[in-house]
């Protein structure tokens, strides 16, 4: 049977995929180029009319405060703390209206539950000194000792260790709140707040050890991930996948109708603009390399969202805002571990390829796999987060990073090789242990509300709120507070 190049769909189809290859061709070749020059963006000294970064910056064995790094990591620290209620905002305008309050919130009480956390022990936990390259000692700084204004050469020579804590809290924060995105609509608050505890103590801060502690395990095989591939979206991501499995699916669920989408589009925005904090600010300078990880973020999130419109279409669904937002937050995602070590052109082929999986892949748990992961957070995240990790391996190239490597796409296969290793070791160990953290979570409080809780919705059933009015009688939706006239709106305020 032929096809008929005359029929509507099938004439948008190619168009679109035509325009998706030229696309991919465009970014491909950029990426050649930047392999064909071969020159580093940091300039080397011989050019006068450039700045040599690398000689301002003080020796190891002399750390020195920069009141310019120290600006711009206090603005990166708190550009990443806003990332968690652009979280908020996303993950609560794509639940039922009946669960949004109670899916903002997840994400706001980690900013309190895991300041005090890391306050007490998970900052030791993550970035005190090395226990045989896999966790930190919970004594080097209990209760913030020793935590002050003076540089840690560990960390950073020109800013504060204090203030590297601040840029790292954030990153624990956002972390288990990607995962409320998974079990949203039907786990109980309490038991939530039991598993982000469990989850940053066993999951998270021995990630970050072994990541970005300089005698972590991956730091000494040479993985690069530059803001947290592994550590924030892998770990949410499969930790999601497993949370999915054990809470099993939703009751009645149907059509699953978003409840605000303009909040959707507000979160991305949120995200979008504190991402720039999140990849940029690990820098942890205001030098060239964070300036590139701002450019190689910008970049690779564009061609992610234009991507995952175009597979939409190509698929026969009309473009959705929803799409755009999801497919610009798969391209953050993606970019993360790779972007201060990627060229533009990598960016770029780095957001198709990611935006292009994980649509595929979502489209298919929606349709075909009998697991209810409520916002497709381990598609986006914990595939996306792995994607990232292998193409980082593929585009990584010293011209962008001195302090990186050559990936596969530049003739040497060994990072590539050791990312697939570390990849296979560390996805077993986050299931794993996060289903402990989900056990232990189930035998201290239940994990799952019951089917009436359920049924009336999280915000009324696990927090007495809601942007609904219910029947107090039959315990049942009637319609949303914006549609009722100003009186029953003030009789319903004095409820």
């Known amino acids: 049977m032929g096809i008929d190049f005359t029929d509507k769909i099938v004439k948008k189809r190619i168009i679109t995929g035509s325009v998706l290859s030229l696309l991919l061709a465009l970014s491909i070749a950029m990426t050649c180029f930047d392999a064909k020059k071969g020159g580093a963006y940091i300039m080397a000294d011989d050019d006068p009319s450039i700045i040599n970064y690398n000689a301002a910056l003080p020796t190891e064995e002399e750390p020195q405060l920069l009141p310019g790094d120290i600006a711009w990591m206090l603005a990166a620290t708190a550009l990443v703390l806003l990332m968690t209620p652009g979280l908020a905002f996303f993950y609560g305008g794509m639940v039922r209206a009946k669960n949004v309050i109670s899916t903002l919130l997840m994400s706001f009480v980690a900013m309190g539950v895991i300041t005090m956390l890391w306050t007490v022990v998970g900052f030791s936990?993550?970035?005190g000194d090395s226990l045989s390259g896999y966790m930190g000692n919970p004594a080097t700084?209990?209760?913030?000792?020793?935590?002050?204004?003076a540089a840690d050469t560990n960390f950073s020579n020109t800013i504060p260790l204090a203030l590297y804590s601040l840029f790292q809290l954030k990153f624990a924060i956002i972390t288990p709140a990607l995962i409320s995105g998974a079990i949203a609509?039907?786990?109980?608050?309490?038991?939530?707040?039991?598993?982000?505890?469990?989850?940053?103590?066993?999951?998270y801060c021995p990630l970050a050890h072994m990541t970005w502690h300089p005698d972590g395990l991956l730091a000494k095989a040479g993985i690069l991930d530059f803001a947290g591939g592994t550590v924030v979206h892998m770990s949410s991501g499969y930790a999601a996948l497993v949370g999915s499995i054990i809470l099993g699916p939703r009751k009645n669920v149907g059509k699953m109708q978003p409840a605000n989408i303009p909040f959707v589009m507000l979160g991305t925005a949120l995200l979008w603009f504190g991402w720039f904090g999140f990849n940029a600010g690990s820098a942890l300078a205001a030098d060239p390399i964070a300036v590139q990880a701002f450019l190689t973020t910008n970049t690779a999130t564009a061609a992610a969202m234009l991507t995952w419109v175009f597979v939409d279409h190509l698929r026969g669904s009309k473009s959705t805002a929803m799409g755009a937002c999801v497919g610009a937050v798969v391209g953050l995602v993606v970019i993360t571990p790779g972007a201060g070590f990627v060229t533009v052109g990598g960016a770029a082929c780095m957001g198709m390829i990611g935006a292009f999986i994980s649509n595929l892949v979502a489209h298919y748990f929606n349709t075909k796999a009998n697991i209810d992961d409520t916002l497709d957070v381990w598609p986006c995240h914990g595939l996306g987060g792995t994607v990232g990790m292998v193409l980082t391996s593929c585009f990584a190239t010293v011209s962008a990073n001195a302090d990186g490597a050559d990936g596969l796409f530049y003739g040497d296969a060994t990072l590539f090789w050791h990312h697939l290793v570390a990849l296979v070791c560390l996805?077993?160990?986050?299931?794993?242990?996060?289903?402990?953290c989900y056990q232990i979570t189930n035998l201290i409080y239940p994990l799952r509300v019951g089917e009436k809780s359920e049924k009336l919705g999280l915000d009324m059933s696990q927090h007495k709120e809601s942007i609904m009015v219910h029947d107090e009688e039959e315990d049942d939706?009637?319609?949303?507070?914006?549609?009722?006239?100003?009186?029953?709106?003030?009789?319903?305020?004095?409820?």
């Open 427 to 436: 996805i077993p160990y986050i299931m794993g242990m996060s289903f402990l």
């Open 185 to 203: 609509e039907r786990v109980r608050f309490t038991s939530y707040i039991i598993f982000i505890v469990l989850f940053s103590l066993f999951v």
């Open 141 to 149: 700084f209990p209760f913030y000792n020793n935590v002050g204004a």
């Open 477 to 495: 939706v009637v319609k949303p507070a914006d549609d009722l006239d100003a009186s029953s709106r003030i009789e319903l305020g004095s409820m």
């Open 125 to 127: 936990l993550a970035f």
